[in-house]
């Protein structure tokens, strides 16, 4: 593209644009003057309009008083970079040099232009104008790069390589950032596209051999682009993460990173088919390496959280498009080892070598190297490299081909390759921006004839197992679903393939993606094989639930049994045990009232000594039976009496006062089989008022065994300060001495005494 040059000042000398000055003539007063060709007194214009992208978000094309307004905006853009483009030499580079405003205008067009991969002008089918007028635009920014990178324009402008070198380099004129975004706005969807980009990388390489350094960076830069898609991919909708809140013009979260991915993918398959040099680089990075890896990992991982948020998600489109372009990125890669064997036989060793060593590091990527093999057939480049290096390891050759072996008969592969290489070349070029996508779609397709598998190979594989990895990766499927592509695949990673691509066969793409499946009955199998149908022994009898639907069994289903308390509140309130008792305990109330009978229920009858009976007959049985007489002493008085206030025996007024009929029961006690209950009440009463005597009137003074007295023990005395007698002062004495065995102080002693009575303290 030869830009639009107006003679002006001569140039007679026909120097360069660095030796150049011009003489300007005498003008408002002023003397006549020598100015440089490159002078900023050339670049006079200060105003330059800044490009407005075609594109609203996410692929699609602005409508209405937004397109009215692009449309406004580009017309003006169109014009200024006409203006440009029709400066002389000199103006041109003092343009681009000192007027930094023109130099943004170009830049900003390259960075909002309109992605050639995207699918916008379907959009705008019937705004022809404005197609043509964005094509305008990029024809014309495209000759203002062709025109930088151009040292001579005619004999009389022209700069040498040196000096053009210092002004793109030094001034930024031309970046690798500016490189990726044109590759981006023109694309190689028409080959005369595909030659621009190529002269224009060509023209910068041997211009400024710097740029390799530069373009080894921008390559660097795509593992950290790598690593921040799988970041996002992994925290999408989480803040600080990326993702940040869904934007209302999005279908999902991950539209963004799916059009970056898809960005990435072009802008580095593009360049890597424009520029040899870029191949070399690659594979002295191993970047092939890192495309695996992120093709294996981060892709499905992507694809499947857009799947499971919208099934017709426009970006599940982009991802499959991304897929193709890292696959023919790492096929230049890999070719460029090829090329290599075929041009240089002395290096072709080294060069096999590698090519084996890159494909053998990939081999882990498992979903990878399934497609890589089925698109490119690995055991083609094998051939060559066997044909040109004869000492080449056939081991390692022949491991290659065999990890990369397709899915897919090889002959099949190849008439499917060959067949869609055609398809490729046989597409019109009156629209490059819309078919350049179809294209490559097209060409690179993956297609899925694959032969049904036979009942033996099937029998050899666990399908259960290859059905649960494939549920894994997309567990939206149904079972009878997946059963269903299995039996088409050898594997379940082709299978994932072939969904993921929605490249199914044609009997199964409309096939009911939640089918599910029913496992076959063991006893059907045992019958076909022995025709003898097997049941189990209890089938059918009182208990089988499967066959009664009241069976005569307690079904229990969770903790606990049926109809039982859930918790202890409930099993406190439970009555039905009483209500079951209550006719047992009603019939106690049928009392007899005749009189003459001498079964008579006694109601004066008190039962509340029998407890106290039982225990004392126990007691003094013991005894008898350790002392071994017929006769003793009523030990329970002297036991009584050892727990007394006073802490002495009970005195001779105490046995002189029992009743004769006690004495009597005392005696004869012995005689009977069972001591008369009334005997027991009254010693225990006589005793229990003796002692309850003795407490409230006092013992007796003295030694021990002395009679009991009314007299009552005074410790309270006279009023204080008139004087207390003898009695008085011994009686507090007394208390004070002997107040540890009784009361609260001796409660061991009491503890015991309840005890021995048979009573529970």
């Known amino acids: ?121 379907s959009q705008l089918v019937q705004q022809q104008p404005i197609i043509d007028l964005y094509e305008q635009i990029l024809a014309a920014v495209l000759r203002v790069i062709c025109r930088l990178i151009t040292s001579r324009e005619s004999d009389e402008s022209w700069l040498t390589i040196e000096h053009q070198r210092e002004l793109i380099y030094k001034n930024y004129l031309i970046s690798v950032p500016m ?53 996002q991919a992994e925290n999408e909708g989480f803040e600080g993460a990326g993702g940040g809140e869904l934007d209302e013009n999005a279908e999902t979260p991950y539209d963004d990173v799916a059009l970056y991915t ?59 498009m991304a897929r193709i372009q890292y696959l023919k990125a790492f096929r230049s890669i890999a070719y460029s080892y090829i090329e290599v064997v075929m041009t240089k036989p002395e290096d072709a060793i080294t060069a096999a070598e590698k090519f084996i060593g890159l494909l053998t590091e990939c081999l882990s990527e498992q979903i990878f190297v399934n497609d890589y093999g089925r698109i490119y057939p690995v055991e083609l480049d094998v051939d060559i490299l066997k044909q040109v290096c004869k000492k080449l390891d056939d081991f390692k050759a022949s491991f290659i081909v065999q990890g990369y072996q397709p899915e897919v008969p090889t002959n099949l592969q ?31 397709v993956i297609t899925n004839s694959t032969p049904t598998t036979t009942k033996e190979e099937t029998a050899k594989r666990d399908i259960d197992l290859e059905v649960t990895a ?85 079904i229990k289903q969770g903790k606990g049994m049926p109809n039982t308390p859930k918790d202890a509140a409930q ?4 009555k039905r045990d009483l209500a079951q008792i209550k006719s047992r305990y009603q019939a106690y109330t049928l009392v007899s009232e005749c009189e003459s009978s001498n079964d008579e229920y006694d109601d004066e009858y008190d039962d509340s000594y029998e407890a106290l009976l039982a225990s004392e007959t126990r007691v003094v049985r013991s005894k008898q039976l350790k002392a071994g007489l017929a006769n003793i002493e009523d030990f329970s008085d002297d036991d009584e009496s050892d727990n007394d206030d006073d802490g002495e025996q009970q005195n001779a007024e105490d046995k002189s006062s029992k009743s004769d009929t006690q004495q009597t029961g005392r005696n004869n006690k012995q005689l009977n089989f069972c001591e008369n209950p009334e005997d027991v009440r009254a010693r225990y009463e006589a005793r229990r008022q003796a002692k309850w005597s003795n407490r409230n009137h006092g013992g007796g003074g003295g030694g021990g065994g002395g009679g009991m007295d009314n007299k009552p023990r005074d410790v309270v005395g006279a009023p204080k300060g008139q004087g207390q007698d003898k009695e008085t002062l011994r009686n507090r004495d007394k208390k004070e001495k002997n107040k540890s065995m009784r009361a609260n102080h001796n409660r061991k002693a009491g503890a015991s005494f309840k005890r021995s009575r048979g009573m529970i303290g």
Request: aromatic fraction near 10%; hydrophobic fraction near 40%.
């Open 179 to 231: 490189l990726c975004d044109l590759v981006i706005a023109v694309g190689d969807a028409d080959p005369q596209n595909t030659a621009v980009l190529s002269r224009i990388f060509d023209t910068l390489l041997r211009i400024e051999p710097n740029y390799k350094q530069d373009l080894l960076a921008a390559l660097v830069f795509f593992r950290v682009a790598f690593r921040s898609i799988q970041t």
């Open 262 to 320: 898809l960005d990435c993918a072009y802008t580095l398959s593009v360049i890597l088919d424009i520029c040899p040099e870029v191949q070399q680089m690659c594979a002295e990075i191993k970047l092939g390496q890192s495309i695996a890896q992120f093709y294996d990992n981060t892709i499905p991982f992507l694809y499947k959280n857009i799947y499971l948020i919208n099934e017709a998600a426009t970006s599940l489109g982009w991802l499959n």
């Open 414 to 444: 190849k008439a499917n390759h060959t067949k869609s290489n055609k398809k490729t070349q046989n597409v019109t070029k009156s629209n490059k921006k819309t078919k350049q996508v179809r294209s490559n779609c097209n060409t690179n």
């Open 571 to 574: 099993l406190l309130d439970d």
């Open 1 to 121: 593209m030869t830009p639009i040059i107006i003679e002006g000042f001569p140039n007679p000398d026909k120097k360069s644009l660095d030796q150049l000055v011009f003489r300007l003539s005498a003008e408002d007063g002023l003397a006549p003057r020598n100015i440089a060709a490159l002078h900023r007194h050339w670049a006079k214009r200060e105003t330059f309009t800044t490009y407005v992208g075609l594109m609203s978000q996410y692929g699609r094309a602005k409508t209405g008083l937004e397109l009215e307004e692009w449309q406004h905006n580009a017309n003006y853009f169109y014009k200024d970079i006409n203006f440009l483009l029709n400066c002389r030499h000199h103006e041109f580079w003092s343009y681009m040099v000192f007027q930094k405003k023109a130099l943004a205008a170009v830049v900003s067009f390259l960075q909002r232009a309109t992605p050639f991969y995207l699918n916008v002008w």
């Open 470 to 554: 494939v549920l894994e990766v997309l567990p939206h499927l149904g079972m009878g679903f997946v059963r269903r592509v299995l039996s088409r695949y050898d594997n379940s990673e082709g299978a994932i393939a072939a969904i993921l691509e929605e490249n199914l066969p044609p009997d199964l793409v409309n096939a009911d993606q939640n089918e599910i499946y029913i496992p076959p009955d063991p006893q059907d199998k045992t019958y076909a094989e022995t025709g003898v149908k097997h049941y189990n022994i209890y089938d059918g009898d009182q208990y089988d639930i499967m066959t009664h639907d009241n069976p005569k069994c307690i």
